[in-house]
């Protein structure tokens, strides 16, 4: 069994990229 500070730390990063990505598709110019 991993760390649970790793595998929260890669579900903190898979978070942030979706936020991120969500936030480009979100608020690019027309």
């Not at 069994?1 to 110019?29: C, N, Y």
């Amino acid at each position: 069994m991993e760390d649970p500070a790793v595998a929260h730390g890669r579900g903190f990063s898979a978070f942030l990229s979706f936020s991120l990505s969500f936030s480009v598709t979100l608020f690019q110019p027309p």
